[in-house]
């Protein structure tokens, strides 16, 4: 980490290094802000990220050229640190993980208030207790509203007596009703086909997607699921809605 406290000096440095993330005061003692975003654009490397971090109250013209010239804005206030944390990590693509356990749970808390998932309704159908726990542990630190099942049968009540739901998780390899049936009868007898059902299965034939999706699920993913992978999942479906 590099700290200049001019624009003059912040010039110099990015036209002579090549900078991961370049983090930005808009009201530097001088220069104008919009010509210190204007001329440190025209001195980096083209996919350097910028990001204006500034107490300001903006104008639309600023705001026009602030979007226009850099990744991203953050206001300095209550928690500002954090949120400029957790936007550098997601404008160099690291993985949060890879910091202290302090941080790693800073950028946490933010992205799960900002996230698409929060909030949300979800019903989880496996036989298996453990592996309703291990979700259900995982989508309660986004705040999520999770429902459980352990049959297709029972699923199909809890679907009947709360129109809350708004993603399923159908395990496929269950007995008495399979998954493929319990998706089957979800769509003919509720006639929703726009809730988003993920099939989840231990098997990864080839053909094993195919029939996932002719039963009426949304999409698929195989066990072991990968927890972030899931997630990504669910937010792609949460906003195609």
């Known amino acids: 980490i590099e700290i200049v406290t001019t624009g003059k000096q ?6 002579k290094k090549n900078y991961d993330c370049i983090i930005l005061d808009y009201m530097l003692p001088d220069m104008p802000g919009d010509e210190i975003v204007h001329e440190v654009t025209k001195a ?14 903006f104008s639309s013209v600023e705001v026009n050229n602030v979007n226009f010239n850099s990744n991203s804005h953050v206001t300095k206030g209550v ?7 957790a936007e550098t990590v997601s404008q160099l693509h690291f993985n949060h993980m890879d910091l202290t356990p302090a941080k790693q749970k800073i950028v946490e ?47 199909i009540n809890i679907l009947s007596e709360d129109p809350k739901i708004e993603l399923v998780l159908m395990d496929i390899m269950m007995p008495e009703m399979d998954g493929y049936e319990a998706i089957r ?27 996932c ?5 949304s999409d698929y993913i195989t066990k072991p699921v990968k927890t972030d992978q899931l997630l990504s999942l669910m937010r792609l479906w949460f ?3």
Not at 187 to 201: C, D, G, M, S, Y
Not at 213 to 217: F, S, T
């Open 185 to 211: 009868k979800i769509r003919r007898e509720h006639k929703n086909n726009l809730l988003p059902i993920i099939a989840v299965t231990a098997k990864a034939m080839k053909r094993d997607r195919e029939k």
């Open 239 to 241: 906003c195609k809605q």
């Open 213 to 217: 999706i002719e039963a009426g699920a």
């Open 44 to 57: 980096k490397k083209i996919f350097t990220p910028v990001i204006v971090y500034s107490m300001r109250d």
């Open 109 to 155: 808390n933010i992205r799960n208030k900002n996230d698409v998932l929060t909030g949300k309704n979800i019903l989880v159908v496996d036989d298996d207790v453990r592996n309703l726990f291990a979700m259900t542990t995982v989508f309660e630190r986004f705040n999520m509203k999770i429902a459980t099942a352990e049959s297709g049968k029972e699923a």
């Open 10 to 15: 912040a010039i110099e440095l990015i036209s």
């Open 79 to 85: 928690n500002s640190l954090e949120i400029l944390l």
